[in-house]
């Protein structure tokens, strides 16, 4: 009987190599935000609706019932959303999906505080971070950073 109990536990532990095995050789989405829309909003609080393309460069479709979205502005939280959305994105494809961001008063003030000390030309750093849901394995992380130039003052001649 204990043979038969190690065979047993022997398979269980191979078999769940080999499942995790396979999930690992899926390639990262790709995020990219394509506009922002402006929503109603409460108090002091800003809101937007942030559009983004979630590219699918994996040859099967991911399934998602939920989304959330955090957004970085030099080293500081600025917005942040939720959004029960579900679909798929298909095998080699791309979906648009439409997640609410609150922007706080408070995250407002930090950041003007920050750029205040800001000149015509300098960059700002940003960082978006995210993720798909789809049950206990199927939650998919996705982050972009980059830096964004502040803007030139238009030329009085």
Known sequence: ??????????TLLAASLAACASLSNRD?????LV???????????VRFAAKLRVQ????????FNGMAL????????LASGVSDQHGDVP??????IS????????SMVRQAWGAAGYHPGQELSYELRGKL????????RFSDSGTLSWPQPPNPY
């Not at 699918?56 to 399934?63: F, G, I, W």
């Not at 095998?91 to 648009?96: M, Q, S």
């Not at 997640?99 to 408070?106: C, D, E, G, Q």
Request: one cysteine or more; glycine letters at 10%.
């Open 35 to 45: 506009g922002l829309e402006p929503l109603p909003s409460q108090g002091l609080e």
């Open 70 to 77: 955090d957004l970085d502005v030099n080293g500081q939280p």
């Open 91 to 96: 095998r080699f494809g791309e979906t648009l």
């Open 133 to 140: 849901a789809d049950g206990l394995f199927g939650t998919r």
């Open 99 to 106: 997640v609410p961001l609150s922007i706080s008063a408070f």
């Open 1 to 10: 009987m204990p043979r038969l109990l190690r065979l047993c536990l022997l």
């Open 28 to 32: 990262p989405l790709r995020v990219d």
């Open 56 to 63: 699918n460069p994996n040859d099967s479709a991911v399934s």
